[in-house]
T-cell receptor, first 113, second 114 residues
């Protein structure tokens, strides 16, 4: 069935280092892949998204890459800062499900000083 | 400011009681969604609505009910049939219902059992 796997479940990096979170999806016809950041007690906030006709997208310190052949996409955060500490979720839309997103299980990122 | 408002922030349910969670959006979005979030898990879809007066079951609809009488409102009722209701409930909305549109989330309602 529809599935999104996300790794790692926890990630600790030092301030200024880069962080990479990876997701794989099951439906090769999926065409939209958003990333969300969730802070404690808050709802998820969209931070970046990518469509299947694009291989990479950047927004300041955040980038997402998509490999359609391998069916995986990754979030890259460079020059990490303490305020980047949060839980990050990847998601994908599967064909035939209209706007129904399937989410990964989340990655807790901790940026240490 | 445009956004999604969920209320209450915290809610307690007694045994055998139905409770209703409110979700209101002023983004003029067509589609609205309800998700359940449990610790260590991703968000799971309960119900979604692509248009007023229409809604569909998500992956975990049992024990829940919804209505969509107005475009801006999509309340969720957690019924007594839901035996494990303790969770963080999130409401979202998006501009269109097809083609992959960003979903915007509210800040959630945390439901606990008394």
């Amino acid at each position: 069935g529809e599935n999104v796997e996300q790794h790692p479940s926890t990630l600790s990096v030092q301030e200024g280092d880069s962080a990479v979170i990876k997701c794989t999806y099951s439906d090769s016809a999926s065409n939209y892949f958003p990333w969300y950041k969730q802070e404690l007690g808050k709802g998820p906030q969209l931070i970046i998204d990518i469509r299947s006709n694009v291989g990479e997208k950047k927004d300041q310190r955040i980038a997402v890459t998509l490999n359609k052949t391998a069916k995986h996409f990754s979030l890259h955060i460079t020059e990490t800062q303490p305020e980047d500490s949060a839980v990050y979720f990847c998601a994908a839309i599967f064909t035939g499900t209209a706007s129904k997103l399937t989410f990964g299980t989340g990655t807790r990122l901790q940026v240490t000083l | 400011d445009g956004g999604i408002t969920q209320s209450p922030k915290y809610l307690f349910r007694k045994e055998g009681q139905n409770v209703t969670l409110s979700c209101e959006q002023n983004l003029n979005h067509d589609a609205m969604y309800w998700y359940r979030q449990d610790p260590g898990q991703g968000l799971r879809l309960i119900y979604y609505s692509q248009i007023v007066n229409d809604f569909q079951k998500g992956d975990i609809a049992e024990g829940y009910s919804v209505s969509r009488e107005k475009k801006e409102s999509f309340p969720l009722t957690v019924t007594s049939a839901q035996k494990n209701p303790t969770a963080f409930y999130l409401c979202a909305s998006s501009m269109q219902s097809t083609g992959g549109q960003p979903q915007h989330f509210g800040d959630g309602t945390r439901l606990s059992i008394l």
